[in-house]
């Protein structure tokens, strides 16, 4: 049974660092194929697409954001932890982390998301 | 970056009908590399299709996807009280960004 969790802050200040964990059972992300991206949801908005590990530490990043997002991995710890810089109020979403397969599976499991709020 | 455009915005309908939701690419998805999904308030999505046709695990066969190339579409064949709820696209073809959708609402008429 593959699950996910989103932990972190909940509430940043402007110019702050976000991070955020993805503390995942289930599957390992040394096995060929895994990948785990996140993706966020300002609240009454739709999703957009932030970034993605895949097993061989091969890392896709959404070209607008790509300057201000790590993501890394853990595999020891089943864990995948994103940081985004220089945090604005826009930023101000519902982060989700998911698995996903390579290739021709999407998303196919999801954490329940963690709140996070940008405000001084 | 491929846009992708839903529509209708909404759609109101009653249990037992038919719904059909569209999703345009401003360009072509490469390998049909698009899924759709289901989101309830207060939840995260739910896989319903990926590669443009085939349904998740789990995923009544009520729900079906189609399309190729610019054009998808998602069908509820009848709605059953739990699908009222909001459907996104989403392509994750070759090159970055896999943009999504901005939404289809089905609500209850």
């Known amino acids: 049974q593959i699950t996910l969790k989103e932990s972190g802050p909940t509430l940043v200040k402007p110019t702050q660092t976000l991070t955020l964990t993805c503390s995942f059972s289930?599957?390992?992300?040394?096995?060929?194929?895994?990948?785990v991206g996140w993706i966020r949801q300002p609240p009454g908005k739709a999703l957009e697409w932030l970034v993605l590990?895949?097993?061989?530490?091969?890392?896709r990043y959404s070209p607008s954001l790509k300057s201000r997002l790590t993501i890394t991995k853990d595999t020891s710890k089943n864990q995948v932890v994103l940081t985004m810089t220089n945090m604005d109020p826009v930023d101000t979403a519902t982060y989700y982390c998911?698995?996903?397969?390579?290739?021709?599976?999407?998303?196919?499991?999801w954490g329940q998301g963690t709140l996070v709020t940008v405000s001084s | 970056e491929i846009v992708l455009t839903q529509s209708p915005g909404t759609l109101s309908l009653s249990p037992g009908e038919r719904a059909t939701l569209s999703c345009r690419a401003s360009?072509?998805?490469?390998?049909?590399?698009l899924a759709w999904y289901q989101q309830k308030p207060g939840q995260a999505p739910r896989l319903l299709i990926y590669?443009?046709?085939s349904r998740a695990t789990g995923i009544p066969d009520r729900f079906s996807g189609s399309g190729s190339g610019t054009d998808f579409t998602l069908t509820i064949s009848r709605l059953e009280p739990e699908d009222f709820a909001v459907y996104y696209c989403?392509?994750?073809?070759?090159?970055?960004?896999?943009?999504f959708g901005q939404g289809t609402k089905v609500e209850i008429k």
């Open positions: 998911a698995h996903k397969l390579l290739g021709v599976r999407a998303f196919d499991y």
């Open positions: 289930g599957f390992s992300l040394s096995t060929s194929g895994v990948g």
């Open positions: 590990i895949y097993w061989d530490d091969d890392k």
């Open positions: 360009q072509s998805v490469s390998s049909n590399y």
């Open positions: 590669g443009a046709s």
């Open positions: 989403q392509q994750y073809g070759s090159s970055p960004p896999w943009t």
